[in-house]
């Protein structure tokens, strides 16, 4: 059972365009989302995070969006830049005793210069 | 040191040979995760060590696989009579706690090449 889930294996969009990373998860529980930045032979880096308390977070180009009714959340990144080009990763912590952390399948993203 | 230490950076190996990895976490961190990315796949959740409780180790994918954390710091992922579909990037995380608020920090894996 894929509780989070990253339905668009790769995004292309132009540098200075809008970026956006979609999300979806099904455990009503999680209370906080995560993404992560992968670069090749890298490991992944933390980026944004959110509470399921707010629907917005803000972090100079990069915003992330909640949509708890939807079960929903996006990271959108204005303007996207080459740099930006890397394998981004929702995640949530799953509770109840532990905290492992859920990940999605992870959306490769490729800004043209 | 100042971020999470994984070693080797890259392993080829026979099948059904044992292979070690080892994690050396980030100083003061009690939270120790394992996770595994296979080609064209997400992150899959193997193990959680969280200071001195009993390790969360419902992500093993068989009992070939297991995990140790000694002192509360170092950590070592054995894999014993290694599978083609052992094959992955091995990452290891570690963060403040167990809040499950926090950032994981990840180390740049070990890469297992099974043949």
């Known amino acids: 059972d894929q509780q989070v889930k990253q339905n668009s294996p790769s995004l292309s969009v132009q540098e200075g365009r809008i970026s956006i990373l979609n999300c979806d998860y099904t455990?009503?529980?999680?209370?906080?989302f995560l993404w992560y930045k992968k670069y090749p032979a890298e490991g992944p880096t933390f980026l944004i995070s959110?509470?399921?308390?707010?629907d917005k977070n803000e972090d100079g180009r990069f915003t992330v969006f909640l949509n708890k009714s939807a079960k929903h959340l996006s990271l959108h990144i204005v303007p996207s830049q080459p740099g930006d080009s890397a394998v981004y990763f929702c995640a949530a912590p799953l509770r109840g005793g532990t905290y492992k952390y859920i990940f999605g399948t992870g959306t490769r993203l490729k800004v043209l210069a | 040191g100042a971020g999470v230490s994984q070693s080797p950076s890259n392993k080829v190996t026979e099948k059904g040979k044992d292979v070690e990895l080892r994690c050396d976490p980030i100083s003061g961190h009690t939270a120790l995760y394992w996770y595994r990315q296979s080609l064209g796949q997400g992150l899959e959740f193997l193990i959680y060590?969280?200071?001195?409780?009993?390790?969360?180790k419902s992500g093993l994918p068989s009992d070939r696989f297991s995990a140790e954390r000694t002192g509360g710091s170092v950590s070592t992922l054995t894999i014993q009579r290694t599978q083609q579909e052992d094959s992955a990037v091995y990452l290891c995380?570690?963060?403040?706690?167990?809040?499950?608020?926090?950032?994981?920090?990840f180390g740049e894996g070990s890469r297992l090449t099974v043949l």
């Open positions: 995380a570690s963060s403040f706690g167990g809040a499950g608020t926090g950032e994981l920090f």
């Open positions: 959110i509470s399921s308390i707010k």
């Open positions: 060590f969280q200071g001195n409780s009993a390790p969360d």
């Open positions: 455990n009503s529980m999680f209370d906080y």
